[in-house]
Every structure is written in C-alpha cells, then in structure tokens.
C-alpha cells in the first residue's frame, strides 16, 4: 500500500516562508514526476510545481521566483520551500506522484495540508 504524507503547512504572515514536504512509503520500484498542488476555497485545483525523476522543473507563474521544489529520491521524498508568501497562496496543497510498484505505474496524492497566508 503506497501512501503519500504531507507536513509542513499552517499559518504564516505575508513574506514569511514555509516548507512543505511529502514522503513516499511502501512498495515503490519507481517515481517519476512529482508534483505539489494547490487547492483555494472555491476554486478548481491548480498546478504549483512538478518535478521530473531528472530533477527538471516547471512552476506556475504565480509562483515563479518565490517557490522552489525538489525532491530527494533516495528518501522518495518531494519538498516545496515557498518564500514571500502572499495571502493569494492561502489553499490546501496536495501533494502528487508518478509511481510504480512491482506491478504498476499509476498516480497517487497525499491528504492535503493547509497553508494560510495572514495579510
């Protein structure tokens, strides 16, 4: 049973920072793309960042210059440091991947953990 754990959100003032993580466990063969998203009450759910097995990169432009994703695959593990936060960043952000075990490839999320972005 693959699971993705999500740690690292809760309530930070405008320009402050957070850092998100999310841990892969159980029988994984393989990741390839990891990604965080991010959910704002009443709105559809938005890409942040992904991140390639390769370590290639893509953000949102909202988000460009202010947020950094990686990922250490050694601990299957995929972060997001978001720097100069702003209250438009307020959401739910789920965490995403790309996996395979044994018999499989398919996509799993995490649980979501709330960001909130005071002004």
């Known amino acids: 049973q693959v699971q993705l754990v999500e740690s690292g959100g809760g309530l930070v003032q405008a320009g402050g920072s957070l850092r998100l993580s999310c841990a892969a466990s159980g029988t994984i063969f393989a990741i390839d793309a990891m990604a965080w998203h991010r959910q704002a009450p009443g709105k559809q759910r938005e890409l942040v960042a992904n991140i390639t097995s390769g370590a290639s990169t893509n953000y949102a432009d909202s988000v460009k210059g202010r947020f950094t994703i990686n990922r250490d695959n050694a601990k299957n593990t995929v972060y997001l440091q978001m720097n100069s936060l702003k209250p438009e960043d307020t959401a739910v952000y789920y965490c995403?991947?790309?996996?395979?075990?044994?018999?499989?490839?398919?996509?799993?999320w995490g649980q979501g953990t709330q960001v909130t972005v005071s002004s």
């Open positions: 995403y991947a790309n996996l395979a075990n044994n018999y499989y490839r398919r996509d799993y």
